[in-house]
């Protein structure tokens, strides 16, 4: 099929926290506590969640990290008020970007970020404030998808939109996103200036009960592969949704199993 549309990129969208949710959210409510476990930080601290979207990572540090405080910084209004319906009065939660955050030097124990990395358009400048608001000795920590190995539901949507529309291919996370390879986060958290960086992967199962259940979110347009899903018409996005339902392992019960992997990075701030 001739590809309708020129291979121009349609915006990564965050505006509706609850399409979202029923994205990728979801998901990484389940990478979060693997992630916490894995940093294994005390009680009491004071916890930033920059990028926080609707609330995934802040709600697992507030309700599995004793927290002394939790802070979540996100740019979207509509994500922040899904975050805030959820975590009410357990988290403080503000509009606000990784790159600028209006916090003091050193007033955070840890700080970290759930699949926000690759989103920011300068991420040395994002990975430059998380160490600045962190003290000495405090931890600066994150995790990504690995889109480019392990992330099954979205590269099963990106490989059948490719064949579709080979300009597909160029928006693929995969593709696109350096910083979802275990080398290439463990060196941007060294050029931060960080200690002791250390990186692991967290495997979560994604399972659907049925195509449509796997389908549906993809009709939200929110983040990448639904942004592009929405930017067909109504012909090539049922063209898309024909080719995934032929290849996807579909059980006999209905159900399609996948599995997704994230990257998951930490440091230790040095003295200063
Ligand atoms: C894939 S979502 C992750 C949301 C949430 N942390 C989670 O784990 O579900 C990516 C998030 O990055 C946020 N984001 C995009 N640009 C940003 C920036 N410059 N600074 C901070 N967050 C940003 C988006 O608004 C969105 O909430």
């Known amino acids: 099929m001739r590809p309708a549309h020129p ?8 505006e509706r926290g609850s399409p979202y949710e029923q994205y990728v959210g979801r998901w990484s409510r389940q990478v979060a506590p693997a992630f916490l476990a894995w940093l294994d930080l005390p009680a009491g601290l004071r916890w930033v969640d920059v990028g926080c979207g609707t609330g995934a990572l802040a ?8 927290p002394r405080s939790v802070t979540g910084f996100e740019p979207s209004e509509g994500f922040l008020e899904q975050a805030r319906e959820r975590l009410g009065a357990r988290a403080q939660l503000h509009r606000g970007s990784a790159e600028a955050l209006p916090l003091p030097d050193a007033s955070a124990d840890a700080t970290v970020s759930g699949l926000v990395l690759n989103f920011l358009p300068d991420v040395a ?27 099954e539901l979205m590269q099963h949507f990106w490989e059948a939109a490719a064949r579709l529309d080979p300009a597909a291919a160029a928006l693929d996370e995969g593709v696109r996103f350096p910083l979802c390879r275990p080398q290439a986060l463990e060196a ?30 993809f ?50 701030v040095p003295a200063r």
Do not use: N
């Open 125 to 151: 400048a994002g990975l430059r404030e998380m160490v600045r608001i962190t003290a000495a000795g405090g931890t600066v920590a994150a995790y990504v998808w690995d889109y480019a190995q392990r992330m």
């Open 7 to 14: 291979a121009s990129r349609p915006p990564d969208s965050w």
């Open 59 to 66: 709600e697992a540090i507030a309700s599995g990290s004793a």
């Open 188 to 217: 941007a958290f060294r050029q931060a200036h960080l200690q002791e960086v250390g990186v692991t992967g967290l495997e979560i199962p994604t399972v659907f009960e049925s195509f449509a259940a796997y389908w549906k979110p």
């Open 219 to 268: 009709l939200g347009g929110q983040g990448p592969a639904p942004a592009y899903a929405m930017s067909l018409p109504p012909e090539r996005r049922q063209a898309l949704r024909d080719a995934l339902e032929a290849r996807l392992p579909v059980q006999a019960d209905g159900s399609i199993a996948l599995v997704a992997r994230a990257w998951a990075v930490r440091g230790r």
